[in-house]
């Protein structure tokens, strides 16, 4: 089993919907989680970090945690088509380095 | 803000020729880390650096070696690139958190 799961996709979503991400890792000593969105062709860039079972918001962006289901999801509401990227989850090692899923592409409809 | 550079953006490269990928960060960062990134593979970690001078293997160390001289400098290195090697190469820095900044990459053909 990979330490870090997700849904390769595509997840094609309505423009102004909400779109859903989710992540579930095994390692059950990880205490910190990542979402980074990366476009075609471009590097990695950290979007949310959460770090407590509940819910985080960002703008248009909620991180979800919870770590005794050992899931963690992103929502993303009114979706735009800027918002079309892959959105890589990452988690923590315990040894100062991250395990990074394969990332969920999304495609937001115009 | 965070600032990864890497030293090139496009490499192409000869099957054995050896092969130096430079990343320097500008925040003072502990932390230094080379992935790949391979379709479907995902980013997979080669190597990472707490300190200067020290180094610890990651998942897929083989074939390569890294140097970090300085704090703010860290360099991956191929010994003897091989077509396999062919990769988007990813720098990454962290401080005190977890939180990792992404240089823009290097996108490595060995021919």
């Known amino acids: 089993q990979k330490e870090v799961e997700q849904n390769s996709g595509p997840l094609s979503v309505p423009e102004g919907a909400i779109a859903s991400l989710n992540c579930t890792y095994s390692?059950?000593?990880?205490?910190?989680f990542f979402w980074y969105r990366q476009y075609s062709g471009k590097s990695p860039e950290l979007i949310m970090s959460?770090?407590?079972?509940g819910d985080k918001e960002d703008g248009r962006f909620t991180a979800q945690l919870n770590k005794a289901s050992q899931y963690v999801s992103l929502l993303i509401r009114d979706s735009q088509p800027s918002d079309s990227a892959t959105y890589l989850c990452?988690?923590?090692?315990?040894?100062?380095?991250?395990?990074f899923g394969s990332g969920t592409r999304l495609q937001v409809q115009p | 803000d965070v600032k990864v550079t890497q030293s090139s953006r496009y490499l192409v490269k000869r099957t054995g020729e050896k092969v130096f990928l430079e990343c320097v960060q500008d925040?003072?960062?502990?932390?230094m880390f080379w992935y790949r990134q391979d379709p479907g593979l995902g980013l997979r970690l080669i190597y990472f650096?707490?300190?200067?001078?020290?180094?610890e293997k990651g998942d897929i160390p083989e074939g390569y070696s890294v140097s970090r001289e300085k704090k703010e400098r860290f360099s991956l290195i191929l010994e003897s690139a091989s077509t396999n090697q062919t990769s988007m190469y990813l720098c990454?820095?962290?401080?005190?958190?977890?939180?990792?900044?992404f240089g823009p990459g290097t996108r490595l053909t060995v021919t």
């Open positions: 990454a820095s962290s401080g005190t958190g977890y939180e990792q900044y």
């Open positions: 390692d059950r000593v990880s205490q910190s």
């Open positions: 959460i770090y407590s079972n």
């Open positions: 990452a988690i923590d090692t315990g040894r100062r380095a991250l395990t």
């Open positions: 925040m003072d960062h502990e932390n």
């Open positions: 650096s707490y300190d200067v001078k020290m180094k």
